[in-house]
């Protein structure tokens, strides 16, 4: 069993890696800020100490994640291409006054579709309002020799920019509505929710023990009168496009570093060349059976978010390489694993009794892209096949350098002596929040989604529209259970008994508050991992006020007035950890029995609804810190260095690319329509 401190941590970071810098520099992390966002820039470090081969793999793998953009971009919204089309000629084109308001609010429309691929927010998914007229835009477009016959009063492409009541939500949660038909994204046309529900229940074999991701890889489309399945492959829907990924990924595959790895880029050009989900099966059990290799990616039609009914997979690419010395704590949580699962506070017959294949790494990205880009996540679990998952285990990776960069650009933003209660708490923050943050990511990544099983005979899918929201909340309120373990210590995991304190504090406060300046005045909570915080953090409160009156003591969990304004107060840590205890219980029980109803009621509940009077607050204050609450990245670039024959002799990373430049290369050099 491997013992690892804190302190041995930063001693190992240090020295991990002694290859020379390159001169082109990371700073400023942060380069961009528009709107409600704000772009920074991330570091690759140890690129260079990759050998020859690894870092050509990185470079075609780099270029087949960068050639998937504009599938994302299709799926999010069947106008956001031609849009963006006509939005960077008028952008490049443009010979008027750039201090006019019209300009200036048309360039922040540009920036903001640019972020979220697409013209509904990348996180709370409603549509951009362009705050520029249409005869300005009609006006601007035709100067920039855009075709016009779809600029005409009333096409379906000027309603879509410019019309707030068509397509108003890419993904529709809402309680009661047709999902599919209320979702702007372009998964489905001219069907309903039922007959899309309908279509699959009548694929599905229950009996079949191994079934794939129906629906994972197509558009479902209603002709003459039948569904039709439009599938994404080679000879099919996207093909163009799928024939540039293959070819990068074909290119990879010579460069492979051992014949697992090599045998997971073919399958994977095997799948795009079929659409064969079986394909993508074996795919994906290879891949996570891929240990050995440094460099390892992720390429495909994966997250089912943008679907409300969590069929279809969002095109997502991203590329990374082991970072070595960080991985040798997310290896002590997973090597204790079955420990973890066997004394879970759940229903026995809910655990696991062998927990199979738990790996976990510490990563540095290379290059992220599709629904990856800008925005990213900080860890990824993957597959996200139930029975492959069961059988075969799944691949759990938290994503250093990007967590490192967004800790290096909030330092000192004045946050949390805003929102925290006391000095005792900003404190406890600033010693281990980011640290505490990272093992709050494996835990979730590497035992959360990975423990319990369902009972015999349930469908995966029971819990439905919110089968996300209830997943991540799972995952998370495991790792906020375990967090505070002392088996954490021991193991050597957390630094000190009371660290986790700076992890549950800054949970119960983003869940109660401070994510909600992520929220619009009036708009519920609509992505699954924002409700999936307010239903652990709103379930808590509503627990620990309950305990309170009936035992006549003060609630351990409780919003208060310091200094006339709202502050989460944490009175009893311990007894928090009880009542998250209970709440992985109830959990566990809803997704093992599928139970539909109670999700249902706790996500309806605790997770969506907005008290208004502590919104506004929350964003008043949040206004005078002048902070963006949503931020991503732009993609180093890798340039290559080549001999007399062509032959690459080496390849380089380099910083200094800009947010615009970044985004009008990529439409120029990875676009099939051009
Ligand atoms: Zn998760």
């Known amino acids: 069993m491997k013992k690892l401190t804190i302190m041995a941590m930063t001693a190992m970071l240090a020295s991990a ?110 549509k951009f309002v362009p705050q520029f007229s249409e005869t300005w835009f009609v006006e601007q477009a035709k100067a920039a020799g855009n075709d016009s016959t779809c600029l005409d009063t009333d096409s379906e492409l000027l309603r879509a920019v410019f019309d707030p009541d068509f397509m108003q939500i890419k993904v529709n949660q809402a309680d009661g509505a047709d999902v599919i038909a209320t979702s702007a994204n372009n998964f489905y046309e001219g069907v309903t929710q039922s007959e899309v529900e309908d279509f699959y229940a009548k694929m599905k074999d229950p009996k079949d023990a191994t079934p794939v991701m129906f629906g994972l890889n197509s558009k479902l489309v209603k002709e003459d009168g039948k569904l039709v399945e439009k599938t994404w492959k080679v000879d099919g829907m996207y093909g163009e496009t799928i024939s540039h990924i293959v070819y990068w990924l074909e290119k990879a595959a010579t460069v492979a570093e051992n014949d697992q790895q090599k045998a997971v880029i073919e399958k994977l050009v095997d799948y795009y060349k079929s659409g064969d989900l079986k394909d993508f099966d074996e795919y994906s059990i290879l891949w996570v059976k891929d240990l050995d290799s440094k460099v390892d990616f992720v390429n495909g039609f994966i997250e089912s978010y943008n679907d409300p009914l969590g069929l279809r997979g969002s095109w997502e690419g991203l590329v990374n390489f082991k970072d070595s010395a960080n991985t040798a704590r997310t290896e002590v949580i997973s090597e204790n694993a079955q420990w973890f699962e066997d004394h879970s506070p759940v229903d026995p017959r809910f655990r696991k009794s062998e927990v199979k294949g738990v790996t976990a790494k510490v990563i540095t990205v290379g290059i992220l892209a599709g629904d990856s880009y800008p925005a990213t996540p900080i860890g990824i679990n993957l597959p996200n096949s139930n029975w492959i998952r069961a059988q075969h285990g799944s691949k759990s990776v938290s994503i250093d350098n990007i967590t490192a960069a967004y800790s290096a650009a909030a330092s000192g933003n004045g946050f949390n002596e805003e929102f925290m209660w006391s000095e005792t708490e900003i404190e406890h923050a600033k010693k281990y929040a980011h640290y505490v943050d990272n093992v709050h990511t494996d835990l979730h990544e590497c035992l959360g989604h990975g423990s319990g099983q369902l009972l015999p005979g349930v469908d995966p899918d029971a819990l439905k529209a919110y089968g996300s929201t209830l997943e991540e909340a799972r995952a998370d309120i495991f790792a906020l259970y375990y967090m505070a373990d002392p088996k954490l210590v021991e193991l050597g995991v957390m630094p000190t008994a009371d660290a986790y304190k700076a992890g549950y504090y800054q949970q ?20 699954a991992h924002m409700r999936n915080r307010a239903l652990i953090a709103y379930w808590t409160l509503d627990r620990a006020a309950a305990d309170a009156k009936a035992n006549n003591c003060e609630p351990a969990l409780s919003i208060e007035k310091r200094d006339d304004k709202f502050a989460v107060k ?105």
């Not at 119960?508 to 909570?525: A, D, F, K, W, Y």
């Not at 008043?620 to 902070?627: A, P, V």
């Open 508 to 527: 119960m406060m983003n869940g109660l508050m401070t994510q909600l300046v992520r929220i619009v005045p009036g708009e519920s909570i609509e992505e």
């Open 570 to 674: 944490i009175s009893d840590y311990e007894k928090l950890r009880t009542y998250f205890g209970e709440l992985l219980g109830e959990l566990q029980r809803i997704k093992s029995e599928g139970d539909f109803e109670a999700g249902r009621q706790l996500v309806e509940k605790y997770g969506v609804k907005v008290d208004p009077e502590l919104h506004a607050e929350v964003l008043k204050r949040y206004e005078t810190l002048n902070l963006a609450p949503y931020k991503g990245f732009v993609n180093p670039r890798y340039e290559t260095v080549t001999d007399a024959n062509g032959e690459i002799t080496d390849v380089k990373v380099v910083y200094g690319e800009g947010y615009v430049d970044q985004m009008l290369r990529y439409s120029h050099d990875y676009s099939a329509n051009r």
């Open 17 to 126: 890696c002694n290859a020379p810098k390159e001169e082109t520099t990371v700073a400023p992390w942060s380069i961009d800020r528009f709107a409600d966002i704000e772009v920074l820039r991330y570091e690759v470090p140890c690129f260079e100490s990759l050998s020859l081969q690894q870092k050509k793999l990185v470079y075609y793998l780099s270029e087949a994640a960068l050639w998937g953009r504009d599938i994302l971009w299709d799926q999010n919204c069947k106008y956001n291409l031609q849009i963006r089309t006509i939005c960077e000629n008028i952008y490049t084109n443009y010979k008027g006054d750039k201090n006019d308001a019209e300009w200036k609010a048309f360039e922040q429309y540009m920036k903001q579709i640019w972020f979220a691929n697409g013209i509904h927010h990348h996180y709370s998914n409603a």
